[in-house]
């Protein structure tokens, strides 16, 4: 299958797209900046809901909050 023909990815492969750790992805699910499927049991990002996140403005002071919270 064509890498333009892909409908939704994993989490790993959200992460590499996106640039960021699969724990920050995890992050972002919970929150529910970003939204998924559950398929089984396995959990799906919509391609064009990665798209959508990154245009979208955001909060820069997300890491700060998540490590003061862990301090």
Do not use: C
Not at 21 to 42: C, D, Y
Not at 59 to 68: G, I, L, N, P, Q
């Amino acid at each position: 299958m064509e890498q333009s023909n892909v409908l939704a990815v994993g989490v790993q492969e959200a992460a590499r797209r996106l640039g960021v750790s699969e724990r920050t992805v995890a992050t972002l699910l919970a929150r529910k900046e970003l939204r998924s499927r559950r398929i089984g049991r396995r959990r799906v990002i919509p391609v064009n809901e990665l798209e959508r996140f990154l245009r979208r403005d955001h909060d820069t002071r997300v890491h700060a909050e998540t490590k003061k919270a862990n301090a």
